[in-house]
């Protein structure tokens, strides 16, 4: 009689603390962001769309960056250095809704939603247990200038991942953001 009172208060503990670790995640997110439970995070799907009309934007893309943990310490005894991975989301629907799965091994995620004539947005997560499915809708901001936002935001972040060998972009995915970037420019400032 004695083990199973022990038991049932044990249980109610777990319980207890689960509900507050739950309950203490939930509080730690904005309201762009929607998760469920889960083990840790797998999938990020959500929306773009525009932050003053609220309506979807079904064109544009998404920079993913993931970042991978090096076990190993640098001269100062340092750990912590990530070896970061892109790629590119070019797979939104007309309705501006996106899915990606994420490598289990990734701990961090940088997102970049690119779109002509908005200012860059970005979105970073580090991977958590307890954090399952993300949902998240980005806030595209209407550029006031989109020539500056071009060359000021747009382009260092795309000639980084081209000429950085070290994300190992695929090559369909550098051609794109190659061509994507030289008729912007073209359009833009009228040179390549």
Known sequence: MKDRKFL???TTL???LLCLIISSLAGCYSK???FDLGWTTRRVSGQMEDAVSRESIGSGFII?????GNLAGNESSEAGNFIPRARLLRALKEDGSFEMDFDWRASQFDLNFIEQGYEVHRFNFQRQLGVGNLHYVAKMVPSSNWADELALGVTPLIQNLLLEPGYRLPEPDQLFLGEWLAKQRQENFGTE
């Not at 993913?64 to 991978?68: A, D, G, L, T, W």
């Open 8 to 10: 049932s208060l044990k």
């Open 14 to 16: 777990i319980q207890s």
């Open 32 to 34: 762009a962001l929607d």
């Open 64 to 68: 993913v960056k993931e970042f991978y």
